[in-house]
């Protein structure tokens, strides 16, 4: 028997998530069975959506509520098989699965988690960071090119307003769409992060949402209105977007990370959607599973080339995953939120902040 260390729910968060929500639980894994693998986990993700599933019932069609009193499953994470029953996946292969927030997992080679996106997968990390499959060549990445898929954005050419532009999805929808020729427009929460969106990220226009009404900002940032928004807000700045649309323009509904913790707020202006032949298309990334082959192509050859950055914020240590969640929620973090298992507590210093290799 293998003993994993499993972060579970105590209590569902009222409204806001903080270490005491939860409690690391050890748990005893038996030995795997045939079509099964054993695999150490190394690194495991932190992402927005994990609040929508830490109530009692999330929202209808998303990914099931996390049971309280029970190791939280579906998670993405990255691990290295110890044990294993299938030739397909021999020791020491590096892999990703749905078991994360743990240790030690069983995987069911079969299974097709989160709707497929997590089936058990042998990755290459002979070129790019094991870490990176839950960046830009995974599902962080598999968001930001479908949201742009979903509403004709891949073409280029248009103004497109990204917000939560310094997140781990924005901040590669605002490269992706820069690289296609588009003209990009971000916001985020501080004047830091709108910095780098600038500097580092090379966006044409960017603001922070503090700093004035939302839709001010807006307009002054794209004086002649946008044909494309990705959303990862919602409330009012979904409200700027119809507000700023030009006609016949398309908005992709990725989040509204800012209902996850309050009372959603609007829009209040929704028949701008009407009146200007506006397209909102909602969309998972976890539903266009067949265009991640695609999408990694394209993403990783800009890797490749040095012509796309993904900033991490990563934490140390299993212990460390409600805090990171805490903080990512906060807007305490920018890029990709991940958790290393196996070191000590606490966000690292800010250099190690900037990466994938």
């Not at 929202?59 to 290295?80: C, E, H, L, R």
């Not at 609007?266 to 009146?275: D, I, K, Q």
Request: overall charge negative; hydrophobic content about 45%.
């Amino acid at each position: 028997m293998v003993q994993s260390l499993a972060w579970q729910v105590r209590h569902y968060p009222d409204p806001h998530v903080r270490p005491e929500c939860f409690e690391l639980a050890t748990v005893e894994l038996p030995e795997p069975r045939p079509g099964q693998v054993l695999v150490r986990n190394t690194w495991t993700s932190v992402d927005p959506g994990l609040r929508l599933r830490l109530r009692p019932d999330a929202p209808s069609g998303y990914f099931a509520a996390f049971p309280v009193g029970v190791p939280m499953d579906g998670v993405f994470t990255i691990g290295v098989v110890e044990q294993t029953t299938d030739p397909a996946f021999p020791v020491g292969t590096t892999v990703w699965h749905a078991q994360g927030w743990r240790t030690h997992a069983v995987v069911d080679v079969a299974e097709e988690a989160m709707n497929g996106i997590a089936r058990l997968r042998a990755l290459d990390v002979s070129v790019v960071s094991p870490q990176t499959y839950l960046g830009p060549l995974g599902p962080m990445g598999l968001t930001a090119y479908a949201g742009l898929h979903v509403v004709d954005g891949l073409r280029g050419g248009e103004t497109i307003w990204v917000s939560a532009a310094a997140g781990a999805v924005g901040s590669l929808v605002c490269q992706v769409a820069r690289l296609l020729g588009h003209r990009v427009v971000a916001s985020a929460g501080t004047d830091q992060k709108v910095a780098w969106l600038l500097d580092d990220l090379g966006v044409d226009a960017a603001f922070s949402w503090r700093a004035a009404p939302v839709v001010e900002s807006l307009r002054a940032a794209a004086p002649d209105g946008i044909d494309l928004y990705f959303d990862g807000v919602g409330g009012d700045h979904l409200e700027a977007a119809l507000e700023v649309a030009k006609p016949f323009a398309r908005l992709a509904l990725c989040g509204s990370v800012s209902d996850y913790e309050g009372e959603p707020t609007g829009p209040r202006n929704l028949f701008l959607a009407t009146s200007k032949n506006l397209t909102l298309r909602g969309f998972r990334g976890s539903a266009h599973v067949a265009l991640l082959e695609e999408m990694q192509a394209r993403l990783g050859g800009w890797l490749a080339a040095g012509l796309l950055e993904s900033r991490e914020t990563v934490f140390d240590g299993l212990e460390s995953a409600p805090t990171a969640l805490a903080d990512m929620l906060a807007g305490r973090t920018t890029g990709k939120t991940l958790v290393r298992i196996g070191a000590g507590p606490g966000p690292l210093s800010m250099p190690e902040l900037n990466s994938v290799g």
